[in-house]
């Protein structure tokens, strides 16, 4: 099975703050995805990474980064948190273009900005 | 912009009926349908996926597409309580990473 594991499952960090949320697959996917989702808007895609060191953005990238510096490995981080990136954020992986289309989660970390 | 809109609910349903989730899509490009189920605090898990028009079925799942009406839905027959949970449609577009949710239908399911 696949395994994603997002490091924290609950953060709370005051506005400034520097985040890190990361995000580890074991099933040597070339796709990474971080998500948001919050109530009444869905998931949105934050940034995606088809390979390592490769990114692009998403539908809501202000505000946020990312990492891969390891194909398992896929960190998005905050610079300077604020009050209205507090959310559930939510790590997927996917396979290639040729299978499925299945996205894997992790169990999300959820973080509150005060 | 690529729009996929559900009904949010909640939608009850007494234990053992069938449940008819529905999902319409703005984009004919749109290739590859999917159905996730997420309970409360979870995250997303697929139960479904269809690519083709018809029908689909899967245990108690079906899912059902229609290309021209740009519409995608799902049944869940004899619903039990442990299905109630959000059930969050997904498009897909062939040869790219991009998929687009719809912010999902809440289904609850009486016992």
């Known amino acids: 099975d696949v395994k994603v594991t997002q490091s924290s499952r609950y953060l709370v960090k005051r506005t400034g703050e520097k985040v890190f949320l990361e995000c580890v697959q074991d099933?040597?996917?070339?796709?990474m995805f971080w998500y948001r989702q919050d109530p009444g808007l869905g998931l949105r895609l934050i940034y995606f990474?088809?390979?390592?060191?490769?990114?692009e953005k998403g539908d809501i990238p202000e505000g946020y980064s990312v990492s891969r510096e390891k194909k398992e490995r896929f960190s998005l981080i905050l610079e300077s948190a604020s009050t209205n990136q507090t959310s559930m954020y939510l790590c997927?992986?996917?396979?290639?273009?040729?299978?499925?289309?299945?996205?894997?989660f992790g169990e999300g970390s959820r973080l509150t900005v005060l | 912009q690529k729009e996929v809109e559900q009904n949010s609910g909640p939608l009850s349903v007494p234990e053992g009926a069938i449940a008819s989730l529905n999902c319409t899509y703005s984009?004919?490009?749109?290739?590859?349908f999917f159905w996730y189920r997420q309970y409360s605090g979870k995250s997303p898990e697929l139960i479904m996926s269809?690519?083709?028009?018809g029908d689909k079925e899967d245990g108690r799942f079906t899912a059902q597409l229609n290309k021209a009406s740009q519409y995608v839905s799902l049944l869940i027959r004899d619903s039990q309580p442990s299905d109630s949970a959000t059930y969050l449609c997904?498009?897909?577009?062939?040869?790219?990473?991009?998929?687009?949710f719809g912010t999902g239908t809440r289904l609850k399911v009486l016992a």
């Open positions: 990474s088809y390979d390592v060191k490769m990114k």
């Open positions: 984009d004919r490009g749109s290739q590859s």
């Open positions: 269809i690519y083709s028009n």
């Open positions: 997927a992986t996917w396979g290639n273009l040729a299978n499925t289309g299945e996205l894997f």
């Open positions: 997904a498009v897909a577009f062939s040869g790219t990473y991009k998929y687009i």
């Open positions: 099933m040597d996917h070339e796709n």
